[in-house]
């Protein structure tokens, strides 16, 4: 299972670190990924990070603003969001992928947490 905290509600330019655990079993040989859903809208990529952790990806909406890390021994995935924005407002999941298929794609991950509220006010 995985699990994802730190979500909140902060003022526009402000940060949130968002935190995802694994339990039950290890993630340390999958890739790890961030989506998230605002209201109305269909989910969409915001990071991920390779099982090594030495390549990420971030989609363009989030790059040089959010960073993407992991600590295998930890089975831990963080989100450090930065200079946040009312349009980052959303629901973010964490997720595991499975296979071989892109890191831009929900379809590449089999196991999803429950997702963190992230609200930012303008």
């Known amino acids: 299972q995985l699990q994802a905290s730190g979500g909140g509600l902060v003022q526009a330019g402000g940060s949130l670190r968002l935190s995802c655990a694994a339990s039950?079993?290890?993630?340390?040989?999958?890739?790890m990924g961030w989506f998230r859903q605002a209201p109305g809208k269909e989910r969409e990529f915001v990071a991920a990070?390779?099982?090594?952790?030495?390549?990420?990806y971030y989609a363009d909406s989030v790059k040089g603003r959010f960073t993407i890390s992991r600590t295998n021994g930890a089975s831990r995935v963080y989100l450090q969001m930065n200079s946040l924005n009312p349009e980052d407002t959303a629901v973010y999941y964490c997720?595991?992928?499975?296979?071989?298929?892109?890191?831009?794609?929900?379809?590449?991950?089999?196991?999803w947490g429950q997702g963190t509220q992230v609200t930012v006010s303008s």
């Open positions: 990070v390779s099982a090594s952790g030495t390549s990420s």
């Open positions: 997720a595991a992928k499975t296979g071989t298929g892109s890191y831009y794609y929900s379809r590449g991950y089999g196991h």
């Open positions: 039950g079993c290890s993630f340390s040989t999958d890739g």
